[in-house]
């Protein structure tokens, strides 16, 4: 049985989407496995209007589960809600008082974490009303968790961060990226620093390049009046993209902790380099998605306008002006209404110095690259490709792979990645959560791609639903020698 955990959660948008769909779930998920049990409530709130009873049937349905279901019964018991303005002042009191009666109604110890899953415009206020009204005052421990957004460029989220600070210490605060959460994303500190043999060639002695791809088959969908202000940049590079390549660029932590970790992580987008004008337009393109294969063009989306230049895929190179990585480039790309929905990071290694078997009598193919391929998702695993002899007379070569996937148990064990960030939370283990430093690198660093982008007149649409973006994705790594991993038919 899990080690159980003792807190209040108070939801700011509790009513919301991602509430129902992720965050009860993910809840009611560590209840079955012994991490909530006795000691623990939740209060939702929102705008509007609702009693603990209608609050609570709402919460079962996003459960899925009947009346009949005693546990989800007891879980959903720990419920209640409040309506509530979140710029009104005299709200807070009332907030308050009903977080002190269930605390000492199912004996909380004071423990208490606030979620904001509302917009990013109300960040500063909620904290600031949680520290000045008291809520903050309880003997226990305070968390703040946000989603994202965190900002939409670095003066902004520093404007933010700072308004927070005035009420959280830093430690206090867990920004969500719920990319952190995934098994596989995970799995990158595991498979580097638990492996002499990988982490020994993780430099740029071995490695010749690093491919990380966030394909997306769906287009904006329901998001679309969010991301037309957004865009690929900001929606994935910025947070997901930038996470993933500090784990795979950062130095060996001194101890596997949340403050040693981050420590690394913010060790390496330090040394990323930040392009001039010159440079970002060369490393970086942008594509939007046009009409075909029964999809139409981004322009004609719904709540999406005529004339928008916003960017729906993003490819480019990022280069670390550092000892360990220093000439070897990391290759990036995401976008929507792309081939297929997955998640993959390939490692390609450099190839012989001297290739002995291309000699010319026996006519063998050159050696392929080894290549390292993190499954992130939706499948989860390693793969790595080797040179071996085929069978049969003669001496030819031929790759093949080595893989290793989570078998159907290990997926039904492995939590999804909102329980694991919620557990974490109740830990006050910020490993798995975007540190401030690491979000300012991050923005410096997307700010002057931006800066860029807004001066020129981009050619959209430029690439066709079901694609793997823009021909200049594939120019970009071609003039480099070098290629995409993953290709369509290949």
Do not use: C
């Amino acid at each position: 049985m899990a080690t159980e955990r003792t807190s209040l959660f108070i939801f700011f948008g509790g009513t919301g989407d991602l509430a129902y769909r992720k965050l009860y779930p993910s809840m009611f998920n560590l209840y079955k496995r012994g991490t909530l049990r006795e000691h623990f409530a939740v209060i939702g709130t929102s705008r509007n209007k609702m009693t603990d009873e209608e609050f609570q049937d709402a919460v079962r349905k996003s459960l899925g589960t009947a009346k009949s279901d005693k546990d989800a019964e007891k879980f959903i018991s720990h419920f209640a809600y409040e309506a509530h303005d979140v710029t009104d002042k005299a709200h807070y009191k009332v907030l308050k008082d009903r977080a002190d009666e269930l605390d000492k109604k199912f004996k909380l110890e004071g423990n208490r974490i606030f979620y904001l899953s509302l917009s990013p415009n109300f960040f500063g206020t909620v904290a600031g009303f949680l520290k000045t009204e008291g809520l903050t005052d309880s003997q226990g421990f305070n968390r703040l968790v946000i989603e994202k957004p965190f900002g939409r460029d670095y003066d902004s989220a520093a404007q933010l961060n700072d308004a927070l600070s005035t009420a959280f210490n830093e430690d206090q605060v867990f920004r969500i990226d719920h990319y952190l959460g995934k098994e596989m994303i995970q799995n990158i500190e595991a498979l580097r620093f638990g492996n002499t043999i990988v982490e020994s060639l993780w430099n740029n002695r071995y490695i010749d390049n690093i491919q990380v791809t966030l394909s997306e088959k769906l287009g904006v969908e329901e998001r679309a009046s969010y991301y037309d202000n957004s865009g690929a940049l900001r929606d994935m590079v910025q947070n997901h993209i930038m996470q993933i390549v500090s784990l795979l660029a950062m130095e060996q932590p001194v101890a596997f902790t949340d403050v040693d970790i981050r420590a690394e992580k913010v060790k390496a987008l330090r040394s990323l380099r930040v392009y001039n004008v010159a440079d970002a337009s060369t490393n970086f393109v942008r594509g939007q998605y046009g009409a075909g294969n029964k999809q139409r063009a981004y322009r004609d989306e719904d709540n999406v306008p005529h004339d928008s230049n916003n960017e729906t895929f993003v490819a480019g190179k990022l280069l670390f002006d550092n000892y360990r990585w220093s000439g070897t480039p990391f290759y990036i790309r995401t976008g929507k209404e792309l081939a297929d929905k997955f998640t993959r990071v390939d490692v390609v290694f450099k190839k012989p110095l001297v290739d002995i078997f291309a000699f010319p009598q026996n006519a063998n193919a050159p050696l392929e690259a080894n290549v390292l391929t993190m499954f992130i998702e939706p499948k989860a695993g390693f793969s790595l490709r080797l040179n071996a002899k085929t069978s049969g007379q003669g001496f030819q070569t031929a790759p093949i792979n080595m893989d290793y996937f989570v078998d159907a148990a290990g997926e039904k064990a492995t939590p999804e990645p909102y329980e694991r960030l919620i557990h974490d939370v109740m830990k006050g283990d910020g490993t798995n959560f975007s540190s401030w430093p690491e979000v300012s690198y991050a923005w410096k660093f997307v700010d002057q791609i931006r800066k860029v982008w807004d001066l020129q007149q981009p050619a959209f649409p430029n690439y066709t639903p079901g694609s793997m973006g823009p021909a200049a994705a594939d120019e970009l790594i071609q003039r480099d020698h070098r290629e995409w991993v993953y290709r369509l038919n290949q």
